[in-house]
């Protein structure tokens, strides 16, 4: 049986996925740290130590994500189509990707087949990606885990003034000292994140069904908001934070056959 | 120590011709330092604003004061004169342009001498400026603002773009006569800032050679429609120059005329700008970026060329007018027919003239993308795509990226986020390039 790696080297955390024929056999996820190189490694050894792989009896591994270009590899590919091929896996049905990275949010429109007919990418800017979130983690002292569950607590979410994270963190500062609720404050910065990607999806024209992926989709109280503005139930992957890597090593697979 | 390695941001050029307007361009700010040492009169001017043959007439050397502002960008040494701009106090999201060159007069203010390094021998001081309303507002403000660096004769023309699907032959005449009064108020300007009269015969002759100059490109990028495509978009950008910089010249016809052949003899012979033309793209809105067009390579390395381009297009030629015109109204009927023309063409279309344009050079040079530049302080040029790409693909549904970066300033560009863009970009280019066959 032939067996596929994809390994995906992202700005906060770095992803490998194994299949075999039609399945997932494995998947780690590491810190990225400050070393893509040795993440990239590491992520990849330790699916192959997990399931007692040799690494010479990979058929082909392919990367992708920020750090993709520091391992070596068979073939370094694209995070948006990776994101597609995974998505069409997952759920055959869905025609727009939304994928909420680290660095950035990419919206994707693709067709039957997982191919990517159309996109767009946020600017570089922090407030649509989730470097908005970590920041305001910080700020707000609590855990990215805990982030979601707190905002569906929320009773009267905050109105941010600004799109920019950089203000924005200066304005949850000041809301804590008027004595807003971390809920509230939460709960409208995931509005806020959440108008910001909308208008990325008007761009492309949402076309149903909806996925959403990366570290972005993993926070409950984002989706939901997300929900409630595009006013539409979204899809999200039992493990978003790796689709990036299964779509890799689908296109390994895809390669080979 | 060991010298850094300076990373290549310039683009190689496909044609033989494109290589040749470097030394152009080089000999233009040459020219004008030539013209202040001999205390001949100097303008900074602004491209595209149509007064380039009555200067040619004139015997007054022009400053394309925008070019110089790319070629500091391409040069990558740009960032000095923004800093020193927004260190007088200019916000860092007007126009990169008028920023290089509003700090590059400021500290020759400061100095009382050209800046140090400065591309070409820099930018030579003006006897005159010459703003214009063609195309945005910093081409006036720009100009009013160095009122503060130098105490020099300036002038403002208005350049009429009739922008409507309801023309009428009395708009259009009232539209050629306000036009011909303005370059009427320009002539009397320069007359009496010179010193010399303008000769007319002299005026009518210069704009003969650049009638036939748009002719002869016109015809040479037509043959860019051959599959595969001679030259791409990064050689526009330059072979553009001698149309927009040199026009009435008998260098820039010259120019053109060996275009021309270097392009038939290309597409004869089915030599492309890419070895294995995989994918022909439309550069459909927005100025290049100057700081990184070594960008185009990277798509050709991908097997996409682009073909032709929305931005410095060549204009359609008009039929010629009779000798009995003065030149100032064949000017004008000139400046004013080139808008109803397209107004005409989109009348029968889509019905606007920007997004006509896009859905005609997709059709006629058999693209399967289109590229759209969003220059954060360029927002004369950028401001609408997003509406032309959805009005494009209410007709076409062919993809579409959006770079986001600047026609300057390289800190509004991430090489990265670019190359990822570009190849899921290419990507979706292969799915619909599929979907057509």
């Known amino acids: 049986m032939l067996y596929f790696a994809g390994i995906d080297i ?173 809920q509230d404050i939460i709960a409208g910065m995931h509005n806020s994140m959440a108008a910001k990607i909308n208008s990325l999806i008007q761009r492309i024209k949402l076309k149903q069904k909806c996925g959403v992926t990366g570290g972005g989709a993993m926070d409950i109280g984002l989706v939901k908001s997300l929900e409630g503005i595009m006013e539409s139930s979204l899809l999200v992957p039992p493990e978003p934070q790796i689709t990036a890597a299964l779509g890799a090593a689908l296109l390994a697979r895809e390669a080979k056959t | 120590m060991a010298e850094q390695q300076k990373t290549k941001t310039t683009a190689t050029k496909s044609t033989k011709t494109a290589g040749k307007v470097r030394p152009i361009v080089k000999k233009m700010y040459l020219r004008a330092q030539e013209a202040a040492a001999e205390g001949r009169p100097i303008a900074y001017g602004m491209v595209a604003s149509q007064y380039e043959e009555i200067l040619r007439a004139m015997d007054i050397t022009p400053i394309w004061t925008e070019n110089y502002a790319a070629l500091t960008a391409a040069k990558q040494v740009a960032e000095p004169y923004i800093t020193k701009a927004e260190a007088e106090g200019f916000s860092n999201v007007l126009c990169k342009y008028a920023m290089v060159g509003i700090g590059f007069d400021a500290i020759r203010a400061e100095t009382g001498k050209i800046p140090e390094g400065a591309p070409d021998g820099g930018m030579a001081q003006p006897t005159m400026l010459l703003g214009s309303s063609a195309v945005c507002d910093p081409r006036f403000k720009w100009y009013q603002t160095l009122g503060r660096y130098m105490d020099t004769p300036i002038h403002c023309i208005d350049v009429v773009y009739p922008n409507s699907n309801h023309f009428t032959l009395e708009m259009r005449d009232y539209y050629v006569k306000y036009q011909t009064e303005q370059f009427k108020e320009l002539v009397n300007f320069l007359e009496k800032t010179t010193g010399t009269k303008m000769d007319w015969e002299r005026l009518d002759h210069i704009m003969d050679i650049a009638d036939e100059t748009i002719q002869v490109w016109w015809d040479a990028y037509q043959l860019r429609k051959a599959t595969p495509c001679p030259m791409p978009s990064q050689d526009h950008f330059s072979c553009m120059v001698p149309a927009y910089y040199l026009l009435g010249e008998q260098e820039a016809l010259d120019f053109y005329r060996e275009l021309h052949d270097e392009l038939k003899e290309r597409v004869d012979n089915k030599v492309g700008a890419v070895e294995n033309e995989k994918y022909r793209l439309l550069w459909g809105g927005g100025l290049p970026p100057w700081h990184t067009l070594s960008i185009f390579n990277y798509f050709e390395s991908l097997g996409a060329v682009f073909t032709i381009e929305t931005s410095y297009h060549p204009p359609e030629p008009l039929e010629p007018m009779g000798k009995d015109v003065h030149p100032l109204k064949r000017l004008s009927s000139r ?94 280019v292969e799915s619909y390039a599929q979907s057509l066959n």
């Open chain 1, 10 to 182: 992202g700005s906060v955390n770095s992803k490998a996925v194994i299949i075999k024929q039609n399945k997932i056999v494995c998947f780690k996820t590491v810190a990225s740290g400050g070393n893509y190189t040795e993440a990239g490694n590491n992520v990849l050894e330790a699916a192959l130590q997990a399931i007692e792989l040799p690494r010479q009896k990979l058929s082909l591994a392919f990367t992708t994500g920020q750090g993709a270009s520091r391992i070596t590899s068979d073939k370094e590919v694209n995070e948006i189509t990776s994101q597609g091929r995974a998505l069409n896996f997952l759920f055959p049905n869905v025609r727009t990707i939304i994928d909420i990275g680290g660095q950035a949010t990419r919206v994707s429109r693709v067709d039957e087949h997982g191919r990517v007919t159309d996109f767009a990418i946020s600017e570089k800017c922090a407030t649509g990606s989730g470097r908005f979130l970590q920041v305001m983690g910080r700020v707000l002292e609590v855990d990215l885990a805990d982030m979601g569950p707190l905002s569906l607590k929320s009773t009267s979410p905050v109105k941010f003034g600004t799109s920019c994270a950089v203000f924005a963190e200066s304005e949850a500062i000041s809301r804590i000292t008027e004595g807003m609720t971390k």
């Open chain 2, 335 to 428: 400046v004013v027919d080139r808008a109803m023309k397209a107004q005409a063409r989109a009348k029968e279309g889509c019905g606007d003239s920007r997004v006509q344009q896009i859905l005609d050079l997709l059709k006629e040079y058999n693209n399967v993308g289109m590229m759209m530049h969003q220059a954060r302080s360029c927002r004369a040029m950028s401001l609408g795509q997003i509406h032309f790409k959805n009005m494009v693909q209410e007709h076409i549904k062919v993809p579409t990226m959006f770079m986001e970066s600047d026609i300057v300033d390289v800190r509004d560009y991430s090489e990265a986020q670019t190359k990822m863009q570009v190849d899921a970009f290419v990507d979706a």
